[in-house]
C-alpha cells in the first residue's frame, strides 16, 4: 500500500499563494492518475486537481486560473501550486490516485485570512 504524506500548508493572507507537496512512498505511484482533493470543516472531500502519469492536467472550475498541478515521477512528488488564494481556498488539503485508493494522509491545513 502506498503512503502519502502532505505539507507546505499554512496561513496566508488572501490574494496570496502557497505550494503543496506531496511524498509517495512508492514508485507504482508513477503509474497512478493523481488527485489533490481538500475537505473544509463541515463540508464533504472534493476533487480540486488532477494530473495523468503522462503530465495531462485538469481542474475543477473554482480553482481553474489559480491552482496548477504538477508531478516529479523520479522523486516520487505531487505538487499544488496555489496563487490568488481566497478565504473560500481554506480547508485541509490531501492527495491520493484519483479515483482515491487506500488510506489517506495526514493532509496539510491550508487557512487564508487577513
Known amino acids: 500500500q502506498v503512503q502519502y504524506v502532505e505539507s507546505g500548508g499554512g496561513l496566508v493572507q488572501p490574494g496570496g499563494s502557497l505550494r503543496l507537496s506531496c511524498a509517495a512512498s512508492?514508485?507504482?505511484?508513477?503509474?497512478?492518475?493523481m488527485g489533490w482533493y481538500r475537505q473544509a470543516p463541515g463540508k464533504e472531500r472534493e476533487l480540486v486537481a488532477g494530473i495523468t502519469p503522462g503530465g495531462t492536467t485538469n481542474y475543477a472550475d473554482f480553482v481553474k486560473g489559480r491552482f496548477a498541478i504538477s508531478r516529479d515521477n523520479a522523486k516520487n512528488m505531487v505538487y499544488l501550486q496555489m496563487n490568488s488564494l481566497t478565504p473560500e481556498d481554506t480547508a485541509l488539503y490531501y492527495c491520493?490516485?484519483?479515483?482515491?485508493?487506500?488510506?489517506w494522509g495526514q493532509g496539510t491545513q491550508v487557512t487564508v485570512s487577513s
Open positions: 491520493n490516485p484519483r479515483p482515491p485508493l487506500g488510506s
Open positions: 512508492r514508485s507504482i505511484f508513477r503509474i497512478y492518475n
